[in-house]
T-cell receptor
Framework: QKEVEQDPGPLSVPEGAIVSLNCTYSNSAFQYFMWYRQYSRKGPELLMYTYSSGNKEDGRFTAQVDKSSKYISLFIRDSQPSDSATYLCAMTGGTYKYIFGTGTRLKVLA | DAGVTQSPTHLIKTRGQQVTLRCSPKSGHDTVSWYQQALGQGPQFIFQYYEEEERQRGNFPDRFSGHQFPNYSSELNVNALLLGDSALYLC????????????FGPGTRLTVT
């Protein structure tokens, strides 16, 4: 069993839709939870992070962490074609050794 | 403010050869980590350098080695290349113990034939 599980998709949604991206994990020592966006053939770009449990909002993006269920989510409101990319969740217990999910490919259709 | 830079962008090597990849961290950052990303997969942690020493290592063989210079830039060396080493190699930089902020470079795409 992988430490971090993420549905690879692809996920196709119409422009303006609310997108929900999720990861589950097995290691209860994880405390920092990050979301990265990666365009094709580019490096990952840090979108948001959450420490421990709770919600965090930044513009159209909301990150949620439920440590009791070992489940994290990223919501994108009013999705745009420019949001089309691969979204990677990453987590760590307090070092720079991030454990990544496989990434979910998102396509927002105009 | 320049972000993380990596060179070269692309590289083609033959099985058995050796390769060196380079990384310059974001201004103000002192820690460099290297990741390998195979096609369709998430990045996998190779190792981390801080104060010119390897501080943490992932599950990669000794063929993978690195170095950090006094100006915080770093190199990743891979010896005896295998076909399976073909991947995007990512460098990430960070500062101190700010574990939630690790910034990635554009990567070096290595193809082993």
């Amino acid at each position: 069993q992988k430490e971090v599980e993420q549905d690879p998709g692809p996920l196709s949604v119409p422009e303006g839709a609310i997108v929900s991206l999720n990861c589950t994990y097995s290691n209860s020592a994880f405390q920092y939870f990050m979301w990265y966006r990666q365009y094709s053939r580019k490096g990952p770009e840090l979108l948001m992070y959450t420490y421990s449990s709770g919600n965090k909002e930044d513009g159209r993006f909301t990150a949620q962490v439920d440590k009791s269920s070992k489940y994290i989510s990223l919501f994108i409101r009013d999705s745009q074609p420019s949001d089309s990319a691969t979204y990677l969740c990453a987590m760590t217990g307090g070092t720079y050794k991030y454990i990544f999910g496989t990434g979910t490919r998102l396509k927002v259709l105009a | 403010d320049a972000g993380v830079t990596q060179s070269p962008t692309h590289l083609i090597k033959t099985r058995g050869q050796q390769v060196t990849l380079r990384c310059s961290p974001k201004s103000g950052h002192d820690t460099v980590s290297w990741y390998q990303q195979a096609l369709g997969q998430g990045p996998q942690f190779i190792f981390q350098y801080y104060e010119e020493e390897e501080r943490q290592r992932g599950n990669f063989p000794d063929r993978f080695s690195g170095h950090q210079f006094p100006n915080y830039s770093s190199e990743l060396n891979v010896n005896a290349l295998l076909l399976g080493d073909s991947a995007l190699y990512l460098c990430a930089s960070s500062q101190g113990v700010v574990f939630h902020e690790q910034y990635f470079g554009p990567g070096t795409r290595l193809t082993v034939t």
